[in-house]
């Protein structure tokens, strides 16, 4: 095989014959062009003190001082990392747990459900800054919906300073990015629920098993896949959450809602210490990083095995069933 | 037995009724307060209909910058999905039939760049791009917005084609079809579904994109409508009403076309992950 | 002998306010022949929005002076947020964009150092360096040299709502802060809103609020004295327990200054202890406002005591980068827009406070804004930010610090030795780049 094609193909002009990179050159240059130039440039970056005469941006390499400063003197480093660890943690399981509930509702037949399911996609589709605003606006102290709705509804007596007290604007911005993230969530799994076959469920409630049952016995193993590349795509995207912040509430009261990537931001553009920023940034990039490799071996693995998996799983369920 | 299906049913609507409530009501809080008067906004009511209800805020709004933004929204969207489909289209494919040294670091390498936190990438693209002078140029957000948009374009685009057949394709060549003939006469009018599905992504994407141009422009030569809107929102411009009103413009094409082709979103999304 | 020195000396006088004349003669048709070179030069302008004018005042009379002098200006205006955020990336790296720049009080030490704006003295003629509000001068020079001239002379007013006050039978409003709690006791509602903001907005307010119980945060070296400054301490405590009892509404932590005027024009409560010239307008007008013919101005602003005053000024000026290519053309457009006669003109369009002394004593704009005669008084004890380089993380520790106290997560003690802690770091870490 390896020496015929050769002959063959060394008769061909060289753009047949490179073809195939070249395809590829344009994508592959703009993609490592944009973005590993500047990977690299953060890293040598973080590891300067940077400071600035005129026109002049003045490098002095620092080692490691400006990722041991993180930990030891910068103020608010800690406990920014905190928030976000927290954010991420609680708008990623609540907008799993919410979503694969949704979509069981929305897998059941009802009238209008090609409606419903396309209004999934209204929040999907929205820009991230307006949904911002309009949260922003909801939760406004004074003249917001949400206190006019409590208060027509005499659940509270007075308006409440949504974004003014740390528990609450944090709460804030948590609604605000699960109201905007979990319709994907139900988009991918209604699509994930229309794979498992329907006789499945009726060998289950043979068997006996239905409601809860059929759930944890069928519907979770078989969207199972699916699961889990979002869980590990949410929880990189929530790490990296900006616009919702940086219009709701500056990252404030009390340092509630700043998340590392707004406070890289301010750290960067507003006090212009570029070397502590880059560091800060390059410690969310290696959890991000390391989150990737996850995710590339999950997606290659569903890539390649998903099908035989599933046909696997199939015939295991459905041959426990039938004997059943 | 009946009276358990009826309630059963009760249920499902009334969760059904739920989830519409949820996901609407806000928006059209939106909505309403594009249509109504500052004052009446401050009366601390809510309503469904406003006394009066106005244009004004459109009015208003067509003064104050919104054209300028809507257009280099356009003019950027438009250009980054275009190049992206054509180059990306090309590149799928290459990945897809092609055996070429280096083919699958590349492809895993690609996928990993969409995981980088822009906040990593920005603070080195600022000072690189402030060196070449492209700052504040729409050529700037097309050139990032391709490198956001293109992996993913390219692992879809390769996933459609893997599953069309080669014979085809080979029966085109043999009857005298160079490689990429064949390609544009076979194999992409069989992948169209897909191609429609990642060109809404590529619109959706790029269109409401945030972060970067928020970083890298400044003035109305580049500025698109995510930061227009964040511009009303800040000092001595909390502005709730312009917020609004230039929310609700900028939500209607994402929004819209992503309902009119939920079909191809649905299948898209169901090929891979997309970011937001 | 005695007549003739006087001739002689009128004489020298005369002849040396002849030759002055002259020089100065010369120096103008140098300057017009430059201007003439200078035509077809393009200048880019960045300030923020002058939240005063509501006319587009800037806006026309750069055109203007486009027409006049044959250079060309791109005006950039947008919000003070983004402005900061602009010049201060452009300038971090490498500089170049901009000729004329924002110029906040705020950054005076930090970009002094850095070496990113100007020394003006050159360009400065002689009756701007007399005439102008030596205060202002002042403020923006540092080692003898002057590197802005204020735009913005950014003094704040204390307006009350007259009609709620009588409602709460007070004649006048509150002088100290006491009498403000006193005030929102009796009412049972919000005494005022203000912004204390995570943000350096709530900086300028906390600032107002420490500087008028006679505290300061850093001592004239630049050193924090947040722990031991008794001032401070007593404006905190006093601010925790307003929060508590609800003197001002806890959306003070949320709010920025836009949504204070508009919720102090809605009726929402009766002081607005720290308002620029623009809310007047606003107030009287019925499209934005619902107390219209309510608003007043008080000569005084309140205090501890009542009878010492402390008026925050927090002046923008017009820089030239040290990067510009075209420094005669921007020194031309900051000459243009800060003359006497322009200043006067936009005291009277907009009520844009002067930065030329003798204007405060201008009968016309006296006759217009009767409340500038105190304005004089006052301006005597105006405070603005501490002059420090490591001022981004003073407004920074401050903002944040203090919504700890405020809303008692920390008792005030605590909440100041953390501040004391936190500025002292800055400043070190200030003193090692």
């Not at chain 1, 043979?206 to 519907?219: E, L, N, P, V």
């Not at chain 2, 970067?212 to 698109?224: C, H, M, R």
């Not at chain 3, 040299?145 to 409003?173: C, E, Q």
Request: aromatic share 12%; proline share 4%.
């Amino acid at each position: 095989m390896k020496t015929k094609p050769l002959k063959k193909r060394e008769k061909e002009p060289f753009f047949e014959r490179h073809l195939g990179p070249i395809l590829i050159t344009p994508s592959t240059l703009v993609i490592f062009g944009i973005l590993f130039i500047p990977i690299f440039y953060a890293l040598y970056m973080s590891l300067n003190r940077i400071s600035f005469r005129g026109a002049d941006t003045i490098y002095k390499f620092a080692g490691l001082q400006n990722f041991i400063n993180l930990f030891t003197t910068d103020p608010w480093f800690k406990s920014s990392f905190l928030v976000t660890l927290l954010f991420v943690m609680l708008t990623v399981a609540t907008e799993i747990v919410i979503g694969v509930a949704a979509s069981l509702v929305l897998n059941k037949k009802f009238h209008g459900r090609g409606f419903v399911r396309g209004l999934m996609i209204l929040p999907w589709a929205m820009p991230t800054v307006v949904n911002a605003v309009m949260w922003k606006w909801i939760f406004n102290a004074e003249y917001g919906a949400a206190n006019g709705l409590l208060l027509k509804l005499g659940l509270i007596k007075t308006s409440i300073a949504w974004l003014g007290t740390p528990r609450m604007a944090f709460f804030c911005v948590f609604l605000a990015n699960v109201w905007k993230e979990t319709p994907y969530v139900i988009l991918l799994a209604i699509a994930a629920l229309s794979t498992i076959p329907e006789d499945l469920y009726e060998a289950a409630s043979i068997d006996g098993a239905g409601g809860w049952k059929a759930f944890w016995r069928i519907t979770l193993p078989m969207i199972k896949p699916v699961l889990l590349i979002l869980l590990i795509t949410k929880t990189i995207w929530a790490f990296q959450t900006f616009d919702l912040v940086a219009i709701m509430t500056s990252g404030g009261p009390q340092n509630a809602t700043n998340l590392l990537s707004y406070y890289i931001h301010f750290v960067a553009f507003k006090q212009t210490d570029f070397g502590s920023a880059a560091a800060m940034s390059y410690v969310l990039s290696m959890i991000c990083f390391a989150l990737s490799f996850v995710y590339i071996k999950v997606f290659m693995n569903k890539d390649e095995n998903d099908e035989k998996k599933i046909k696997k799983h199939l015939k295991k369920k459905l041959a426990g069933a039938h004997e059943g | 037995m009946k009276v358990k299906k009826v309630l059963n049913r009760t249920i499902l609507y009334f969760l059904v009724a739920l989830i519409i409530v949820i996901t609407l009501a806000p928006y059209l809080w939106l909505v309403i307060s594009s249509f109504s008067t500052k004052i009446e906004l401050m009366s601390r009511q809510i309503f469904l209909i406003p006394h009066n209800i106005t244009l004004a805020n459109y009015k208003d709004l067509m003064s104050k910058d919104f054209i300028p933004a809507a257009m280099n929204s356009i003019i950027v969207t438009s250009s980054v999905v275009v190049i992206s489909v054509i180059i990306g289209v090309l590149a799928a494919y290459a990945f897809s039939r092609f055996r070429f040294r280096g083919k699958n670091p590349l492809l895993n390498l690609s996928l990993f760049t969409q995981m980088i936190p822009p906040i990593a990438l920005i603070i080195p693209m600022f000072i690189i791009f402030k060196r070449l002078d492209l700052i504040n140029h729409r050529i700037t957000l097309v050139m990032i917005y391709l490198s956001l948009v293109l992996p993913y374009l390219i692992w879809i685009m390769k996933s459609y084609i893997d599953v069309t057949p080669k014979t085809l394709e080979e029966a085109a060549m043999i009857d005298g079809c160079s490689r990429l003939k064949s390609f544009f006469f076979v194999v992409l009018p069989m992948i169209s579904t897909g191609l429609a599905a990642t060109v809404i992504f590529s619109f959706i994407i790029t269109w409401n994109e945030f972060f970067y141009a928020f970083s890298l422009t400044k003035t109305l030569d580049a500025k698109t409508l995510p930061v227009l809107i964040y511009d009303f929102n800040s000092k001595f411009g909390a502005n709730y009403v312009m917020s609004a009103t230039a929310g609700v413009l900028a939500s209607l094409p994402p929004v819209l076309i992503a309902l009119l082709f939920q079909k191809y979103i649905i299948t898209g999304l169901a090929a891979g992950a997309v970011k937001e | 002998m005695k007549k003739k020195l006087t001739l002689i000396i009128a004489l020298v006088m005369v002849l040396s306010i002849v030759l002055m004349s002259a020089g100065c003669g010369k120096s103008n048709n140098n300057s017009t022949s430059s201007s003439s070179s200078l035509k077809g030069q393009k200048i880019t302008v960045i300030l923020p929005q002058n939240e005063a004018d509501t006319v587009g005042f800037r806006a026309a009379k750069t055109k203007e002076f486009e027409k006049e002098t044959g250079i060309q200006v791109e005006l950039i205006e947008k919000s003070w947020e983004g402005v900061s955020d602009d010049v201060t990336g452009d300038l971090a790296s490498g500089g170049g964009t901009y000729d004329v720049i924002e110029f906040d009080n705020s950054w005076i030490a930090k970009f002094i150092k850095n070496q990113w704006v100007a020394p003006l003295d050159q360009y400065m003629t002689a009756d701007m360096k007399s005439g102008m509000v030596p205060g202002l001068l002042d403020l923006f020079s540092s080692g003898g040299k002057h590197y802005g001239i204020v735009w913005n002379n950014d003094t704040r007013f204390y307006m009350y709502n007259s009609k709620m006050l009588a409602d709460a039978g007070l004649s006048a409003p509150p002088k100290t802060w006491d009498e403000v709690a006193a005030l929102s006791k009796k009412t049972g509602k919000n005494a005022y809103m203000d912004t204390y903001k995570q943000e350096q907005m709530g900086t300028n307010e906390l600032m107002f609020c420490v500087y008028s119980f006679g505290g300061n945060f850093v001592d004239d070296q630049g050193n924090p004295i947040v722990s031991t400054d008794p001032g401070v301490k007593e404006a905190y405590t006093w601010l925790a327990q307003a929060y508590k009892d609800g003197v001002f509404g806890k959306a003070t932590l949320t709010m920025d200054y836009e949504e204070v005027a508009q919720s102090f024009n809605n009726g929402d409560f009766p002081l607005m202890l720290q308002a620029w010239p623009g809310v007047y307008a606003d107030s009287n007008d019925s499209t934005k406002s619902k107390i219209v013919g309510d608003v007043n101005v008080a000569d005084y602003s309140v205090s501890k005591t009542g009878n010492e005053q402390v008026v925050l000024t927090l002046p923008e000026a017009m820089a030239i980068t040290s990067t510009s290519k075209h420094k005669e053309a921007a020194w031309k457009y900051i000459e243009y827009m800060s003359s006497k006669s322009m200043d006067k003109e936009r005291a009277l369009q907009i009520g844009a406070l002067p930065i030329w002394s003798s204007l405060y004593n201008d009968p016309e704009l006296l006759k217009k804004y009767p409340y500038w005669e105190q304005f004089g008084k006052q301006a005597q004890n105006s405070k603005g930010y501490p002059k420090i380089v490591w001022v981004d993380s003073f407004s920074d520790i401050v903002a944040k610090e203090s919504q700890k106290i405020l809303s008692g997560s920390v008792t005030v003690d605590q909440g100041l030795n953390e501040m004391q802690k936190l500025m002292l770091d800055a400043q070190k870490a200030a003193a090692q780049q």
